[in-house]
């Protein structure tokens, strides 16, 4: 058979189990409830904003999460992001 044929086939036996389904043929089995997940412990801790000659960073991020190394309050427009 041909790609062509295998989706052929496939798209006409769910078009039948979507008609089975629909005149009251066999139901969806049922789906077990979702648990909720564990507590986490502890959050892990952040790196800090602190420059290695003891200045405070900028500390703004960008969408890929990397933050600006310019210091706190600058004046530029733009940051530096490492």
């Known amino acids: 058979m041909s790609k062509m044929d295998n989706l052929r086939a496939m798209r006409e036996a769910r078009y039948e189990a979507a008609q089975k389904l629909a005149k009251g ?3 969806r089995p049922p789906v077990p ?3 909720k997940p564990a507590p986490a412990t502890a959050a892990p801790a952040a790196a800090p904003d602190v420059a290695p000659t003891g200045e405070t960073l900028c500390g703004h991020r960008n969408m890929s999460g990397r933050t600006c190394t310019r210091e ?3 004046a530029a ?3 530096r992001y490492s």
Request: glycine share 16%; proline share 8%.
């Open 25 to 27: 043929g066999a139901a």
């Open 33 to 35: 409830p979702a648990t």
């Open 72 to 74: 706190h309050g600058h």
């Open 77 to 79: 427009k733009s940051h």
